[in-house]
């Protein structure tokens, strides 16, 4: 049922985005949209949040570890904590002890710190804060997005090479695909 909302909320948002929906509902649906994202991040994010992270590609077996994110106030500082534990089934803990700060909260404009000279940025747009990275030559791409009181967690990476090539003829553009290996995705619940 969540993926089904989560879904209809993507669908709808392009359908405003696009004009695909007549003047007079769209207001409608903008504001049902609107209504969802009443969340102020990241004051309304905090807590500890825990899930099982499932771990897929088109050319792997999938494979599932705990992921444990914690959100708080950090005292005397104006930055959060952000930190990711994972545990694999053996009881291993890679834990990513990060914190995260407002660059520009008029465009929702956040840096995600990994206290070791790397900085992420993020953007938040309504409820989903999205980064975009490149690191050791794979694209990455990850977003949680608070929805019905769980954070909805996705990465998908690939390597940055042109993998298809295709276009390039008459007035069509040249387009290149990327090959998308690895998907990860988890629902994260409040634990405290």
């Known amino acids: 049922m969540l993926i089904m909302k989560h879904l209809l909320i993507h ?7 696009f004009g695909a929906v007549g003047c007079g509902n769209s207001n409608l649906i903008q504001k049902q949209f609107a209504e969802t994202t009443t969340k102020v991040f990241p004051q309304d994010w905090t807590g500890t949040w825990s899930g099982d992270l499932l771990i897929k590609g088109p050319r792997q077996k999938a494979s599932k570890v705990k992921m444990l994110l914690k959100i708080a106030a950090l005292e005397g500082k104006d930055a959060w904590q952000w930190s990711i534990t994972y545990t694999d089934k053996e009881g291993t803990k890679d834990i990513r002890n990060y914190e995260i700060y407002e660059r520009d909260k008029g465009i929702g404009q956040y840096v995600i710190d990994e206290k070791n000279s790397i900085l992420l940025e993020a953007f938040l747009a309504g409820d989903v804060l999205m980064s975009r990275f490149e690191v050791s030559g794979s694209l990455l791409l990850v977003t949680y997005q608070y929805m019905d009181e769980v954070i909805l967690y996705e990465m998908i990476s690939g390597k940055v090479e042109d993998t298809y090539k295709s276009g390039g003829l ?6 290149y695909s990327y090959d998308l290996p690895v998907h990860q995705t988890a ?5 405290r």
């Not at 669908?11 to 985005?17: E, G, I, K, N």
């Not at 008459?170 to 387009?175: N, R, S």
């Not at 629902?187 to 634990?191: E, G, M, S, T």
Request: overall charge positive.
């Open 11 to 17: 669908f709808l948002f392009v359908l405003v985005s």
């Open 170 to 175: 008459g007035d069509a553009p040249t387009v």
């Open 187 to 191: 629902v994260l619940k409040r634990v």
